[in-house]
C-alpha cells in the first residue's frame, strides 16, 4: 500500500487525472498520452466520479493542461543543443518515463518539495520506473527559505551550459517579488536557455463572460482551501518583467496560438479555457 503521508498537493495530483482523462474520453488524436501519472496517484475507485473530473464541465482545464505539456515538450523537441531540463514545481511530470527516446540526451532536473520529491522516488520505484540516469529529483523546502538556486546546483546543474526552464500552473501562487526575483536568476543562464512559464491574466481581460465567471469560482474555491492566487499580469506587463530581468527576447504565446497549434480540426470541440498564457524568453 502506498504511504499518503508525504503525498503531493491536491493540484498536483488533478493535473495528472485530467492529463489521463483526456486518453481515456476525449476523441484521438490525443494532444498529450499520459497514463502514467495515473499509475504515480493511484486514487481511490471511482475518482472519474468526482466533481472535478466531470468530462464536460472541465474539459477547458482539461484541454490547458495537455496543451501546455505538449508545448513544452515540443519547446525540448525542436531544441536538440539543450542538454538540460529543469521542471520548477515538477509535482507528478511524467516526461522521463514517457519520452525515454528524448530524456536520455538530457539531464533532468524536477525542483519539488522535499515531501513531493521523497513520495515521487517511492512511487516510482514501486512501480517499476526506477530512477533513470539522467533524472535528478531536487527537493526544495521553499516553507523554510530553501534556495532552489543553490540546490539546483547541488544537483549538478551546470550553469555554464544551456537549459530549458519550465514552470507551469506556479506563478499564480508567486508574489510579484518572487516572480521578478526567479526571472532574474534565469536570466543570468547560459546563453541559449530558454524559459517558459504560464502566468494567468486578470479577469478583466479574460473576454469571454462564460469562462471569465468560472476562472472567478476556481480563484475562489483557491482562496477558501488556503492557496490563494496572488499574481495576474496582461501581456505587456509580464514581458515589460522579462526584458528588466535581463533575458535577450521574449514572446508570449496566447490561448488562441496553442488552439491553432494543437486543437484544430477536432470534431469535439475541446479547446483550452483562455485565460493563461506562456511566457517564453530567451538568454
Known amino acids: 500500500m502506498t504511504d499518503r503521508t ?11 487525472l485530467w492529463r489521463a482523462i483526456h486518453v481515456q474520453v476525449d476523441a484521438p488524436p490525443h494532444v498529450l498520452e499520459d497514463e502514467i501519472g495515473l499509475q504515480l496517484a493511484a486514487p481511490a475507485a471511482g475518482w472519474r466520479d468526482r466533481p472535478d473530473m466531470h468530462p464536460q464541465g472541465t474539459s477547458g482545464y482539461r484541454a490547458s493542461i495537455v496543451g501546455r505539456a505538449r508545448f513544452i515538450e515540443d519547446l525540448i523537441d525542436q531544441q536538440p543543443a539543450i542538454a538540460q531540463y529543469v ?18 540526451r538530457l539531464r533532468v ?12 522516488r517511492r512511487r516510482l520505484l514501486e512501480l517499476g520506473f526506477g530512477i533513470a540516469d539522467g533524472l535528478q529529483l531536487v527537493p526544495v523546502d521553499f516553507e523554510a527559505g530553501d534556495s532552489w538556486w543553490q540546490r539546483l546546483a547541488e544537483a549538478g546543474f551546470d550553469t555554464a551550459r544551456p537549459a530549458l526552464v519550465a514552470s507551469t500552473g506556479v506563478s499564480m501562487y508567486l508574489s510579484r517579488d518572487a516572480i521578478e526575483a526567479t526571472l532574474r536568476q534565469i536570466a543570468k543562464l547560459a546563453p541559449g536557455s530558454t524559459l517558459a512559464m504560464t502566468f494567468l491574466l486578470p479577469l478583466e481581460l479574460i473576454e469571454n463572460l462564460e469562462e471569465r465567471a468560472q476562472h472567478q469560482m476556481v480563484y475562489e474555491r483557491a482562496r477558501a482551501a488556503g492557496t490563494p492566487f496572488l499574481s495576474f499580469f496582461s501581456p505587456d506587463e509580464m514581458l515589460a518583467l522579462a526584458r528588466d530581468a535581463g533575458f535577450r527576447e521574449a514572446r508570449t504565446v496566447s490561448t488562441e496560438e496553442l488552439t491553432r497549434r494543437y486543437f484544430s480540426g477536432r470534431g469535439d470541440g475541446l479547446r483550452p479555457a483562455s485565460g493563461e498564457l506562456f511566457l517564453v524568453a530567451n538568454t
Do not use: C, M, N, Y
Open 87 to 104: 521542471i520548477l514545481g515538477a509535482g507528478l511530470d511524467t516526461f522521463v518515463q514517457r519520452r525515454p527516446d528524448v530524456a536520455s
Open 109 to 120: 532536473f524536477e525542483v519539488d518539495q522535499p515531501g513531493a520529491s521523497a513520495w515521487k
Open 6 to 16: 508525504q503525498a503531493p498537493d491536491s493540484t498536483a495530483v488533478r493535473v495528472a
